[in-house]
Antibody, heavy 120, light 112 residues
Framework: QVQLQQSGPGLVKPSQTLSLTCAISGDSVSSNSVTWNWIRQSPSRGLEWLGRTYHRSKWYNDYAVSVKSRISIDPDTSKNQFSLQLNSVTPEDTAVYYC??????????WGQGTLVTVSS | DIVMTQSPLSLPVTPGEPASISCRSS???????????LAWYVQKPGQSPQLLIY???NRASGVPDRFSASGSGTDFTLKISRVEAEDVGVYYCMQPLQIPLTFGGGTKVEIK
């Protein structure tokens, strides 16, 4: 059974960096058949896909255009986890952030969610 | 980006009665491999979205058989044959065919 456990601060100051980690059990971040994603949810934007990392003989990333200049999603094979960094945050980045595994045809496993509030 | 449009926004239902939710995509989700890349989720208060249906019509593990889904191309439907009280929540469709993955706006199912 795959489980995703999120960790990271729930409060970030404007202009600073949001950092979250998603620890994986029951699968490998280096798997060649899935992708590892970050998604956020807010009342104003609904569910919004932010980006992914995945391994297919080498590492790849894809990011949403809306955050492409500010985001980094990185795997950590030694800890079997992946992370999200979002720079220069504003109050508009306040949301519940989820990590998720994209398996055959869907995001089939989700983290528990982390409410991140951007406020001074 | 593929735009996902759901209807209705809100769906009051009577326990034991059927319910149906529609999802339309701005582009076809039918891949050359014959699969429709459309998934359905339910999100209950305070929880993460939970996968119900993948590849258009396949129930995820543990999903009761009162949930079914159909459709192809750009038009899809999720049906609950007999609604139970535990089915309340917000239902979302999602397309994993193209990056960026995109979601519908949600349909709130509530008991009358």
């Amino acid at each position: 059974q795959v489980q995703l456990q999120q960790s990271g601060p729930g409060l970030v100051k404007p202009s600073q960096t949001l950092s979250l980690t998603c620890a994986i059990s029951g699968d490998s971040v280096s798997s060649n058949s899935v992708t590892w994603n970050w998604i956020r949810q807010s009342p104003s934007r609904g569910l919004e896909w932010l980006g992914r990392t995945y391994h297919r003989s080498k590492w790849y990333n894809d990011y949403a255009v809306s955050v492409k200049s500010r985001i980094s999603i990185d795997p950590d094979t030694s800890k079997n986890q992946f992370s999200l960094q979002l720079n220069s945050v504003t109050p508009e980045d306040t949301a519940v952030y989820y990590c998720g595994r994209r398996g055959a045809g869907a995001i089939d496993y989700w983290g528990q969610g982390t409410l991140v509030t951007v406020s001074s | 980006d593929i735009v996902m449009t759901q209807s209705p926004l809100s769906l009051p239902v009577t326990p034991g009665e059927p319910a149906s939710i529609s999802c339309r995509s701005s582009q076809s989700l039918l891949d050359s491999n014959g699969y429709n890349y459309l998934a359905w989720y339910v999100q209950k208060p305070g929880q993460s979205p939970q996968l119900l249906i993948y590849l258009g019509s396949n129930r995820a593990s543990g999903v009761p058989d009162r949930f079914s889904a159909s459709g192809s191309g750009t038009d899809f439907t999720l049906k609950i044959s007999r609604v139970e009280a535990e089915d309340v929540g917000v239902y979302y469709c999602m397309q994993p065919l193209q990056i960026p993955l995109t979601f519908g706006g949600g349909t709130k199912v509530e008991i009358k």
